[in-house]
């Protein structure tokens, strides 16, 4: 009895495009690039159990995608999130996301550390700008 493997080729299992050749394209380059900043963020620096997160690839390097897991209800809020701001992104609405991070449950208002997404929308297509401020790191 014969058996076929299906092989998969890069372009199958490639999460981000070689090439980004329309608008719509940059828009859903856009949404990955920012799923996979929020869940490398939240993956590092050990917010959610490793069951909170699926496995992708860009080119060889695996990467932490966070997903919905009904036994860690503040990795699905972050998820349910996101996919409003993949909506929005799709409308062009958003223009800014802001992740915060704090270390001290007793006072959530002094974030350590701080990221921003500067969404741009032109003729050729989206762009987004990076922040990071880490406030641990400034106190010397």
Known sequence: MACAQRV???????????????????LVVIKKLLA?????ITYLRGLFPEKAYGNKYIEDQKVMILKEELSCPGSSQIVQWMQGCFEAIQKKFLRTVIMSIYTDPENPQKVTEYYQFKIHYTAKGAQMDFERWDFLLRRS
């Open 8 to 26: 998969r080729t890069s372009q199958d299992t490639q999460l981000l495009p070689n090439q980004v050749l329309s608008e719509q394209q940059s």
């Open 36 to 40: 996979i900043a929020v869940s490398g």
